[in-house]
């Protein structure tokens, strides 16, 4: 393992770990890996690390009783189906979205794939506790957008912005330099063969209507402003170092 795979491996530890109680995820015997590195199929729902109110009133409780046991849940089942019989069944799930390509026969894993990566980060990112970017994120964060206000102010377009359903993203690129982006869709920026600008995510927004519609409808700009009161800075941080 390069440095460069071990990075990656250790960023998504923070995912798996707490997938770390459900069996179903140890891998085959015969890999090199452990189950707390990048998990393989058959893929599971990791449990959410708070309770389903835990969020409110910024994210409601039927909204994440639904979005994480009947939408991921899903993006799960049907990834497991998609793999099925392909060499992607091997894989390990960064290893999928590394290689997963924009041909039609791809769309069910890049989706689900897609699904399942994105939804296992962002329940991470979250957090009833109240925590704040550290002086030393908060200066990267200045340094590459010119203030906290413009870093947050680019990132709320980019989730207004995005046409439909997606994603917007707080990546790190080379030489640590971080950027905004979105993605439509359950596309992610570590999908080498399909994002325009790849990168490790360090803080994610589900912008699918699935993920806000029953408590604000038609208002994604104020679930976008809500998202920023349950951000989890310290596992933003944990990601910033690991990159
Ligand atoms: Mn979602």
């Not at 995912?15 to 393989?40: E, I, M």
């Not at 793999?83 to 590394?98: R, V």
């Not at 377009?157 to 994603?167: V, Y």
């Not at 009161?229 to 990601?239: A, H, I, L, P, S």
């Amino acid at each position: 393992m390069n440095k460069r795979e071990f990075i990656k491996l250790t960023s998504l530890a923070g995912v798996a770990a707490l997938s770390g109680p459900l069996s179903s995820l140890a891998v085959p015997v015969t890999s090199a890996k452990t189950s707390s590195d990048d998990p393989k199929a058959p893929f599971v729902v990791p449990p959410l690390p708070y309770a389903y109110d835990a969020l409110e009133p910024y994210i409601d409780k039927m909204t994440m009783e639904l979005h994480h046991d009947k939408h991921h849940g899903a993006y799960v089942k049907n990834l497991n189906e998609a793999i099925k019989g392909t060499p992607f069944a091997t894989l390990s799930l960064e290893e999928i979205l590394h290689k997963v390509t924009t041909a039609d026969k791809d769309k069910g894993i890049r989706n689900n794939g897609g699904g399942h990566y994105n939804h296992s980060l962002f329940w991470t990112l979250l957090s009833p506790k109240k925590t704040t970017p550290s002086d030393k994120l908060k200066a990267a964060i200045t340094k590459d957008f010119g203030s906290f206000e413009k870093f947050q102010e680019k990132f709320n377009d980019a989730g207004k912005t995005q046409f439909g359903s997606g994603w917007a993203w707080l990546i790190v690129g080379p030489g640590k330099k971080l950027s905004v982006i979105n993605t439509p869709n359950q596309d992610n920026p570590l999908m080498h063969n399909i994002v325009k600008e790849k990168g490790t995510p360090i803080l994610a927004l589900d912008v699918w209507e699935h993920a806000y519609y029953l408590k604000y409808q038609n208002k994604r700009p104020d679930y976008i402003n809500a998202f920023w009161n349950v951000v989890n800075w310290d596992e933003v941080e944990k990601r910033y170092n690991n990159a």
